[in-house]
């Protein structure tokens, strides 16, 4: 009963018609021979790939899930299939570098990429999802004798990667990993520091499967002698069959039993003076890691849509076909019935609207964030690449965190829209829940995200890159104002205006009360998340507004409806990040 | 790693210093017996009976789940002998009157015990949690003989019973149940009409199960020749077991795979030309189904409390020993460490006094309003009988969908203060999240609720009933002032004016608009609910405030925090009634 359609139509508009991405590309050497055909034809074949190999493995798989024996781990019968039909057709190089063998075609379209695969079985999707960040951290920070070894097998997907932090003691707080890094004697460290690694992590997402002969763990740990916290963290590499063909020392001693994503194996895993080799410089490893973890964080913000989209468009489907009771109002012309489509009934309508309304919003986000980050790696202009990197570095933990709430509670609601039958397997949405929850605690919680955002890339600046932010935001009202979309362009800057005005108050405010900010970070995240998408709806409204195809109709009324509905709920949150003398008592 | 504690300090507190409940029942002879003594006594049973007999049941009654196997269904382990010792120690007759075997002990301890068993194991509570609706039922719509047959059964909880309304078509929409009822030719109407009755139920919780011998089932059906619609519903008795021992003809012919609930059977039921008869007026069946179901949703409005209450629990519990980063803000006196309590950080004091806040004010609103159904059944003045009734029917769809609302959100929210640890089954957080979502949708969903209370309760006599109840919760702003609680007194004030405000918009613009209360139903509910806890909260401190014991310390705070943080989300939901000229289109 759950279905999924790729939603190419909006992509493909917000690309070309909405966000002129091929504007963004010209500008950039590496990506200005990215026609719209190619584009299409990309966006065409990766929603077939996830609409028509991966989406029916979604519902079995979470039903099966993955299974742990004798240390092996199995996944959900065709997941192995896919993930060859998904290595064959060259998906994981899309977004790498060509002298690593990818196919450098945008991230936007590596994120659009991303969105559908995640909507279409998000299970799946976590174990070639951190690839593209190990690719990264080994890119740039391996060796050349690591990056020949092991950079091919992972542009091309034939070997699969793993990010092991977290361990029991160590969630949020790295600075308490206890895994240890031993050097080993009268090894030649110009290929590499060799080092011994032992410890033991869990919550590690893909620590075994069947899917890849071998996987690349990057290990957070710590060297002898290191300094106490985040300071004395490194990274290995620590492969599970080593060079010579042998079997590393990498145990899998059990897998979680969780609320979703049940076919992915979360795993504890055990390295039992396992080899490995250093990445990046000693101490050093948690900076290297980060740049994992940025990729990861706009993927898991992906996460976040996918699961908004899939759920939005099940429950728009659902409300179509059933029938229950008479709607107060119908639709002109409609012919008399005894009950009529649910999806006529008013407060159905607000549900269905909000759900439509916040997706198209958030698209629009993501995909100009991940033009924003082609812009930052590929731009000839170094002061063009800096200016990206501070927006993307700025937007990257608003989307992690408001999407993926996004996703998680439209989901929750769309399950309303299915009455007793959202609650029963078999309708898939509330798998839709159950898996979306993860999405907003991994990578960093949504709490932390906030704190991120906040402390780190708003205020530690004064503002500075904000306020270049919010003055390219602005640009848009002027836009609107020009095309007649005058409600929207006020809409827009009255939300600008309470960003500068709440974040003005927290600049001046802190010193005096250095717990302010960390009180209401949370608030701030979801009103900046609010003021993006009155941005994006200003924007869809502007370069939709009163044309008659199909697509650019639904961006009207979705952003329209965003604008009148939706966006009120900003006001308590900029209300709250005022709040300062309130209660707020220590815990007995 | 789930615990449940029952809240019997915050019960106890409430009922004497906070409603003084002995002075509503001093008024009413049946009740004028229940002294303080009983009423600690009963509690501290029940809180035993929940937290040692059910709580171990409830994560792996979630792994095991119900079995179907010859069209007998297998309950979890531990689920029988838990209610061998429920029916043992008299609890289901708590509230029942005493000429049919009951103990007539307040529906306030009623709905304590309610909480405390839904908190301990939701799944189980399900089997008796409809045997009180289904005996009032019968004790005011059976005939003699009847009752003689099963309502001393079902007093005792030796027999249990079900709802079988839902079908395939007709969830919400009742009038299009399609169950057919055959009237038998030469039988005796004086012990009850009997009929025939065929059809398929489906979502009829505790359909079958081991747990009694017979299962009492009250079956929505249609007479032949009845009129289409709701008019033509009547309602049947239909056992599984027959008086003269023989197996009737009702089959369970599949359970459903849920999201949660697991432990509880939700079946697809058959009758097969199967024996019943009839209960109140032919047609006349939904309105006597409706007293079951009224009963049915002010349950359901205390499971959605029960949840908030063990996941506040749990995530206080858990934030007070998980160590993970240093506080910014440290309580005085707090000795150097690496690492400290997750409690101590800001966004986490946030969450868990806003769920303790919540938890609180819900209770106190729950146990004010089965007082007041106290009064409407068991006070000898008809004219208080009646203005407690309405009260009750104005409350009962508030705290339905708000009360469920908070629960499952509360549960969510709880399992992010778990970070990781709350995805995985072990903590049981992840449970409580499956478990409290089917609360918003059974006993009419919680667009539902939101309709009844604006058309039904408030709309259709103009706003009568609800200015009375409006003028009472006044009062308390009056006792806040005297008690030197002026800013409660204020924040209360501002929440009735915005109350009665919204209403009388609607009042006047209905006529003009005849969808417009329809479209912002939801918001009015959510409004009225916040409204609702602004009165708790204010009474939480008037009544608390400036004491020493811990209770009290916890109202005062708890109120304080309420009134600070989550009440200016009532704003954005007035703000919303009040849209009008706003877009919300037709799906195409």
């Not at 160590?170 to 290929?191: E, W, Y």
């Not at 199909?550 to 939706?566: K, M, N, S, Y």
Request: hydrophobic share 45%.
């Amino acid at each position: 009963m759950w279905t999924y359609e790729p939603p190419l139509p909006q992509m493909n508009f917000m690309l070309r018609q909405v966000l002129d991405a091929p504007a963004t590309w010209a500008a950039c050497p590496a990506l200005a021979d990215l026609d719209s055909a190619t584009v299409q034809e990309v966006l065409k074949q990766a929603g077939r790939f996830a609409a028509e190999v991966l989406a029916p493995t979604n519902a079995p798989g979470d039903l099966q899930g993955c299974t742990l024996k004798d240390g092996a781990v199995t996944t959900p019968t065709g997941f192995r299939e896919a993930y060859a039909q998904f290595v064959q057709g060259g998906w994981p190089a899309l977004a790498c570098a060509p002298e690593a063998g990818g196919q450098c075609l945008s991230q936007a379209l590596n994120a659009a990429l991303y969105e559908m695969l995640v909507s279409a079985n998000h299970a799946w999707t976590m174990y070639p999802g951190l690839l593209h960040g190990a690719y990264e951290v080994l890119l740039h920070h391996g060796v050349p004798h690591l990056k020949e070894t092991y950079l091919g097998k992972m542009t091309s997907g034939e070997w699969l990667a793993t990010m092991c932090l977290t361990e029991a003691q160590a969630g949020s707080d790295l600075g308490l990993v206890r895994t240890k890094a031993q050097p080993v004697d009268g090894a030649s460290p110009a290929n590499g520091v060799p080092v011994r690694v032992s410890g033991n992590k869990i919550f590690i997402s893909g620590g075994d499967h069947d899917l890849t002969p071998n996987i690349v763990h990057l290990v957070l740990c710590r060297l002898p002698d290191a300094p106490a916290g985040t300071k004395g963290l490194s990274l290995a590499l620590v492969p599970k069959v080593l060079p010579d063909g042998t079997r590393n020392a990498v145990h899998c001693d059990g897998i979680e039993k969780k609320m979703g994503i049940k076919g992915s194996a979360t795993c504890q895993m055990r390295f039992d003076q396992a080899q490995g080799w250093l990445i990046g410089e000693p101490n050093r490893g948690l900076a290297a890691m980060f740049l994992m973890m940025n990729a990861a964080r706009l993927h898991v913000a992906m996460q976040g849509l996918a699961h908004l989209e899939a759920a939005t468009q099940n429950a728009w489907r659902y409300a179509a076909e059933r029938v229950q009771m008479r709607a107060a109002q119908r639709p002109e012309g409609a012919a008399p019935a005894a009950a009529d489509p649910i999806a006529w009934h008013p407060a159905m309508r607000r549900t269905l609207w909000t759900l439509r309304a916040q997706a198209e919003g958030a698209r629009l986000l993501a995909l100009h964030t991940a033009l924003r980050l082609d812009t930052a790696e590929q731009h000839p202009d170094p002061a063009e690449r800096q200016q990206a990197g501070d927006d993307v570095a700025l937007l990257t933990p608003v989307l992690k965190a408001f999407f993926t709430h996004l996703g998680h509670h439209g989901a929750d609601e769309a399950l309303g829209v299915f009455g007793g039958y959202g609650f029963v397997h078999d309708y898939g949405i509330e798998q839709s829940v159950r898996d979306s929850r993860i999405a907003m605690i991994y990578e960093g919680t949504n709490q932390i995200q906030a704190v991120d955002l906040l402390q780190r890339k708003v205020l530690d600046d004064g503002g500075t890159r904000l306020n270049r932010l919010l003055d390219r935001l602005a640009e848009e009202a002027v836009r609107c104002d020009a095309a007649g979309q005058g409600a929207a362009a006020t809409a827009l800057r009255e939300q600008l205006r309470a960003w500068r005005q709440a974040t003005q108050a927290l600049l001046d405010g802190r010193t005096a009360d250095p717990g302010w900010a960390l009180r209401v970070a949370d608030d701030y995240l979801h009103a900046c998340g609010h003021a993006l998408l009155a941005w994006a709806w200003a924007t869809l409204l502007r370069a939709s507004a009163g044309q008659d195809a199909p697509t650019a109709r639904l961006f009207t009324q979705a952003a329209q409806v965003g604008l009148d509905w939706v966006l009120p709920q900003a006001g308590v949150h900029w209300q709250r990040v005022h709040t300062r003398e309130a209660a707020l008592p220590w815990l007995d």
